[in-house]
Structure formats: C-alpha cells, structure tokens
C-alpha cells in the first residue's frame, strides 16, 4: 500500500502492482509506504475517505502469472500445511498449469497456511473462484459477510457491489497509459509522469519471470477456460469486458 498525497494505493497481487508502486514513488517521493499487499479494510485511520487506486487483471491471465511466478513453489507453507500438500499427490515442484488450477480452487481457496481463513459461502449454486475470493477481501466492506451472502441473483443483479470501496481501478493490459491518464487527472504536470509511458514491466525479486511473448489463452483448452470462467463469474459480471474472452457453458 502507498499513501500519497492525493490518493491510496492498493496492490493486489499479481496485477502490475509492482510497476505502479515504482512509479508512484518517483512521482511521490514523500510518499508512505505500508505493508505490500493490505487491503481497502486496512487504509489506516488518517487516509480513510482519501480516493482509491488499484488495479484489475484478466482472470485467466492472473492464473497463468502466478502459475509462473511460484510464490506458492517458493513458500508452499503459506498456502498449505505439508500434510494437505502430501494429500494432493502432487509436488508443488512439477505441478502442472491444469493441476495448479485444481489445487488453488481446493486448497487455496479459503485458506491461509493450510488454515481455515474465515471466508465460506454456501448460497452459491456453483462455488466461486479463488480470485473472486480475494477481490471481495481486498476491495469490499465487511469482506466475509458479503462473501458468504453471494447468491446468483446477487452476482447477476451486481447487488453486491453496494459494499464495494469507491475504487478507480486501471487495467494490467495497458498499465502505462491509464496510470499516466490518472495521474493527470491529478492535476500533475505531464513532464513528471509522461516517462512512465516508456517504461518496463517490474516484478518482486523474488519468483520467475513469465516471458512477454507468453499468452494466457495458450494455457486454456475449452474445458479448463469453462471450469475458471463458472468459477469466477463474478469477476465477469463486475467486468464485463473480460467476458468476451472466455468461453463458458
């Protein structure tokens, strides 16, 4: 999280967040910076009412970014405990794109170290994703009372997004020009914020890095793009420009 000046940064992971945070701070020198990847409920007292910014990935893209970047490879312990991991029957070394789809909807989903984490829901007709999880937890009011309340009329109705943080959010696939766009509306003079136009993606030390020429389709049969796009519907319905890309049942 970055407190500037103007507004709040809120950095879900594996969106951009890295590259903007960068940015922000060579915009904002003087700028605060809090704990990496907290949430709209944790804005400290002093900047609540201050505008958000954040930032939205293409689902299927996110999946295949974190497939890839491997924190969970790196730090399996803070996604499953070593027992769930040996249950799977898969090795967190040599798992698969379509095995991590599987596993992250199981044993992520709900769950932090291999503990419940509070978030449940159960009026669902289908269950809902783990990237629709953790959008409600960054961005939502009151998260795990909202989350257990979806229902399908909810979700379809957009009834939920009553709770929603008053958030402006930028798009991974085209970072630079909608953060510049932003910034201006910030009234910041285009000779401080016009270099990030020119600049490069970023990313955390640690991890892999996913080659640029590397699409996300590749990685989603008919099957598996159907199996994520029920998942995380509501991510579809909440953005609806994304929905064209997925093919669902």
């Known amino acids: 999280m970055l407190i500037t000046n103007d507004f709040v940064f809120v950095h879900m992971p594996k969106t951009g967040g890295t590259f903007v945070q960068n940015m922000l701070k060579r915009v904002y020198p003087e700028a605060t910076e809090l704990e990496t990847h907290l949430t709209c409920s944790d804005i400290p007292e002093?900047?609540?009412?201050m505008p958000i910014l954040s930032i939205m990935r293409h689902p299927m893209d996110r999946y295949v970014s974190q497939y890839h970047f491997g924190w969970w490879r790196l730090h399996p312990h803070?996604?499953?405990?070593q027992a769930q991991w040996q249950n799977m029957g898969v090795d967190p070394e040599t798992m698969s794109f379509s095995d991590f789809i599987r596993v992250s909807d199981t044993y992520f989903k709900g769950h932090f170290e291999g503990q419940l984490n509070g978030f449940e829901n159960r009026k669902a007709d289908k269950p809902l994703g783990w990237h629709t999880e953790q959008f409600i937890r960054f961005f939502y009011r009151d998260a795990k009372?909202?989350?257990?309340?979806?229902?399908?009329e909810t979700i379809q109705s957009g009834a939920y997004q009553e709770a929603e943080y008053p958030i402006k959010f930028l798009h991974t696939e085209c970072l630079n020009e909608q953060l510049v766009e932003y910034l201006k509306e910030?009234?910041?003079?285009?000779?401080?914020?016009e270099f990030i136009l020119n600049q490069d993606k970023l990313q955390p030390k640690e991890g892999t890095k996913r080659q640029a020429q590397d699409k996300w389709q590749t990685y989603f049969q008919n099957e598996l793009a159907t199996f994520v796009g029920n998942r995380e519907r509501l991510l579809f319905n909440r953005f609806p420009h994304y929905q064209s890309q997925v093919i669902t049942d």
Do not use: F, H, T
């Open 46 to 49: 002093q900047a609540k009412g």
């Open 78 to 81: 803070r996604y499953c405990s």
């Open 145 to 152: 009372d909202v989350y257990a309340e979806l229902d399908e």
């Open 186 to 193: 910030q009234n910041l003079a285009p000779n401080q914020i």
